[in-house]
C-alpha cells in the first residue's frame, strides 16, 4: 500500500502583505462592509483583514478595517461606544426600517418637535430593542435577512441595549427629523426610528445614517474610500495609513504593573485587587471592566476585573528572548 505524501497538504503561505493595524474608513453609500474590506485588502495587498461592526449599504461614515495582528482586538473596538446622526422619514413604514425597503404602511400623523422629545427619555438608558428583521441575526441557524428575502415570517425577540444618548438635533420639515445618538454594542439605529415614529403615533424608516464615531476611533481617523483605490496601474497605499493594533484598545483604562506581576499574568495567575490598591483607574468597572496591563509604555495584554481579582484575558505574544516586565 503506497504511503500518503506527508508534505502534500502542506499549507502554503497566505498571499500579499504581512499587515498589522487600523485602516478608519468613511464608507460612502451603496456598498456593504465585507465590500468594503474586500476592496482595501486588495489595495493595500494584505494577507489578512476584517471590520469593527458592520455598517448597513445605506449607511456612511467610520468604519474601522483591522489588518493581521488588530483582527484580534475586533471584539474590544465593538464593545465600545458608538455615535450616529440619522435622518427619519415619517409616514412610510420599511420592510427593512430604512429607504432600501419596501413600504409597508402609511401614516397622516407628522408629529410635533414637544412630541418626539416627550418620547425620547423611554428610549434613553437600559432598553429592550427588537431587531429589524432584515439584520445578521441568526434564527435557527439562519440568518434573519436570509429568511426575509424568501419571503418567510421571521419573528424576532426583543433584546438588551444600551442608549447613553438619543437627542433631536434638527427638523428640516414636518416629514424629517435628525437625531444624535450614542450606543453601546448592538444597538439598531434602524430599530430606534422605526419604535420613535410608532411612539409618537406615526410610522417611519431611517433615509439617512452616518456613523461618527466607533470606541477610540473618530471621523478625524478616516479616509474616504475612494481616495484609497486607485487603478491598476498605481502602487498600494502606504502602510503609514495604519493605526497602531493598540489604538484600538485607547479606551480602556490602564493599569501600570511591576515585571514580578507581569511574569505573574504571563503564567495565568489572577492578581489580588488588594495588592494592586490605589492603582486601579477610578473609571474602571471592578465587575467585568477590562484594564490594559502596561510594563512601562509597553502593552501586556488585556485583563478582566473580576471577585476582588484581576484576571489575565488576552496578553501580547512576547518577542523571543524579551521577559514579561521587559519595558519597549
Known amino acids: 500500500m503506497n504511503q500518503p505524501n506527508r508534505h502534500r497538504h502542506r499549507s502554503k503561505k497566505p498571499k500579499g502583505r504581512e499587515l498589522d493595524g487600523w485602516l478608519i474608513v468613511d464608507k460612502p453609500s451603496g456598498i456593504g462592509s465585507t465590500d468594503v474590506v474586500n476592496k482595501v485588502k486588495r489595495a493595500f495587498d494584505a494577507q489578512k483583514a476584517g471590520h469593527g461592526g458592520t455598517l448597513d449599504p445605506l449607511a456612511t461614515g467610520l468604519l474601522p478595517v483591522a489588518f493581521g495582528a488588530a483582527t484580534k482586538t475586533v471584539p474590544y473596538v465593538m ?44 428610549f434613553r438608558g437600559d432598553i429592550m430593542q427588537v431587531p429589524p428583521i432584515y439584520s445578521a441575526i441568526k434564527i435557527a441557524g439562519e440568518r434573519a435577512y436570509d429568511l426575509a428575502r424568501d419571503g418567510q415570517v421571521v419573528e424576532m425577540a426583543a433584546r438588551p441595549a444600551r442608549v447613553d444618548r438619543f437627542d433631536l438635533i434638527g427638523r428640516p420639515d414636518a416629514d424629517t427629523a435628525i437625531f444624535h445618538v450614542e450606543s ?145
Not at 425597503?101 to 416627550?118: H, L, N
Open 79 to 122: 464593545d465600545g461606544t458608538k455615535t450616529y446622526h440619522f435622518t427619519l422619514k415619517f409616514g412610510e413604514a420599511r420592510d427593512t426600517d430604512d429607504a432600501d425597503g419596501a413600504v409597508i404602511a402609511t401614516s397622516g400623523v407628522r408629529p410635533t418637535d414637544a412630541q418626539i422629545e416627550a418620547a425620547l427619555p423611554a
Open 184 to 328: 453601546g454594542k448592538g444597538v439598531y439605529m434602524r430599530s430606534l426610528a422605526r419604535d420613535v415614529a410608532k411612539a409618537v403615533g406615526s410610522v417611519g424608516h431611517i433615509t439617512a445614517l452616518r456613523r461618527l464615531r466607533v470606541g477610540p476611533f473618530r471621523m478625524e481617523h478616516a479616509i474616504p474610500l475612494d481616495s484609497l483605490l486607485g487603478t491598476g496601474d498605481t502602487p498600494p497605499p502606504s502602510p503609514d495609513l495604519l493605526l497602531p493594533v493598540t489604538t484600538a484598545l485607547a479606551d480602556i483604562p490602564a493599569l501600570a504593573v511591576t515585571a514580578e506581576e507581569a511574569a505573574r499574568l504571563y503564567q495565568g495567575q489572577a492578581i489580588s485587587l488588594v495588592d494592586l490598591m490605589g492603582r486601579v483607574p477610578r473609571e474602571a468597572d471592578p465587575e467585568g471592566g477590562l484594564l490594559r496591563a502596561m510594563a512601562g509604555e509597553r502593552l501586556l495584554g488585556l485583563c478582566r476585573l473580576e471577585s476582588g481579582w484581576m484576571q489575565p484575558e488576552r496578553l501580547i505574544q512576547l518577542e523571543p528572548g524579551q521577559q514579561p516586565g521587559d519595558v519597549a
